[in-house]
């Protein structure tokens, strides 16, 4: 087990330098101190988002087809130019640079990442080993962020493009860790993908896996809660609560801290429930969670997020080992779990389209009551349709 302790190793170490954006709390700004409006700022970011969703599929389709570690090293050296581009071009076709530089190296990693692991493990008969792995590479990429992320704003003030500059560094050692992966044990499941690549396995397995559909799903949920408090809610929720704004930072920093905690120990729900179990139960005390915040005070809602927090934390590697287990063709492994990341995201989008009406008519609290009772129904229903799944899969194969 000496090289499957060194990948995981690697691993966690490369998911650390690869999300340490020392940037993130200060990009907006920055973008305004260089000359930027609003109006091109934001334009950018719809730009990002929609080349991200254009992008996604077809680098994992590729890195389905040729090599998982040729994406993560060429992921994480277009990361880094993607962060130095406002250091040498600081105007908007620098930052517009620097935003699309970002969703190709996201394109390149999003999948490869866990598809290496996962089937690296797999091979090596370490397949128990997994949930952990993802979990604490989880836990690394967070830890960092709560580390780097509260010094931004010192480092913006000693030195304007220093955030930048960190992070480019920070992808570059993420690149060399990179390098450092071994080769897939075995056969090579890339060598042997048809004339399109995975896209035609990944139909067939979804078209055959009912199981796989629903598991989708249920991770929809999951990744549909943490973006709407984390992303969205998290501020209009403590200003809700008279906080004051300097404490918004020491909030969320103190949720990160229980995020981390979470993920680092994703065998804790298996000791009382199996995987699907856990995550029935872990979203529903996420959807739980938004509904208290509404009669909560200041100190109960804080409670409510660390909850939330950890449970999200705890869930996240979970659900991947659910999805890792449901594909069954390693060919399209990488581009079947980039497709349950665009779903995710897509569905997001479309519950905060009415996140923004429900928040411009003044009725935030109705919307979190509504998503706690959604998320109920959805995963009470999510649980009956596996449970029948399971017992027909049961029936075929003839055991009782």
């Known amino acids: 087990m000496t090289d499957v302790s060194r990948v995981i190793r690697l691993y966690k170490t490369f998911s650390l330098f690869n999300g340490l954006l020392w940037w993130l709390p200060i990009f907006y700004l920055y973008q305004r101190q260089v000359g930027l409006s609003d109006s091109e700022i934001f334009g950018i970011q719809s730009i990002y988002y929609v080349a991200f969703l254009l992008l996604d599929i077809p680098a994992s389709v590729l890195a389905d087809r040729f090599d998982y570690r040729k994406f993560l090293v060429a992921g994480a050296g277009t990361l880094l130019l993607a962060n130095l581009a406002p250091v040498l071009w600081p105007s908007y076709f620098g930052f517009l640079s620097h935003f699309l530089l970002t969703a190709v190296a996201y394109s390149l990693t999003s999948g490869a990442g866990s598809a290496y692991l996962y089937e690296y493990l797999h091979r090596r008969g370490a397949d128990d080993r997994y949930r952990q792995a993802e979990g604490g590479a989880r836990a690394y990429s967070l830890i960092g962020r709560i580390v780097c992320l509260p010094a931004a704003g010192l480092l913006m003030q000693w030195y304007l493009p220093s955030p930048y500059l960190l992070s480019a560094l920070s992808v570059g050692i993420a690149a060399v860790v990179a390098m450092r992966l071994p080769p897939l044990p075995g056969d090579q499941p890339h060598e042997k993908a048809e004339k ?205």
């Open 196 to 400: 399109w690549g995975s896209l035609g396995p990944s139909w067939v397995l979804l078209r055959k896996s009912r199981m796989l559909i629903l598991l989708m799903v249920q991770g929809v949920a999951v990744f549909t809660l943490v973006r709407i408090l984390q992303s969205n809610l998290f501020q209009p929720i403590l200003d809700s609560k008279q906080l004051p704004v300097t404490a918004f930072g020491l909030v969320m920093a103190g949720t990160t801290v229980f995020e981390a905690l979470g993920a680092a120990r994703p065998s804790w729900p298996r000791r009382y429930l199996g995987d699907i179990r856990a995550i029935f139960v872990l979203t529903l005390i996420m959807g739980g969670c938004l509904a208290l915040v509404v009669p909560a005070g200041v100190a109960a809602t804080i409670a409510c997020l660390c909850v939330f927090s950890f449970s999200s934390g705890l869930a996240f590697p979970i659900q991947r080992q659910l999805i890792n287990d449901a594909i069954t063709d390693p060919r399209c492994r990488a581009t079947l779990l980039s497709l349950e990341s665009l779903i995710d995201r897509a569905v997001c989008a479309l519950v905060i389209l009415a996140l923004g009406s429900y928040l411009a008519a003044g009725k935030m609290n109705q919307f979190l009551v509504l998503v706690a009772v959604g998320t109920a129904v959805l995963m009470g229903a999510l649980v009956t349709l596996i449970h029948l799944v399971e017992r027909q899969q049961r029936v075929l194969e003839g055991t009782p």
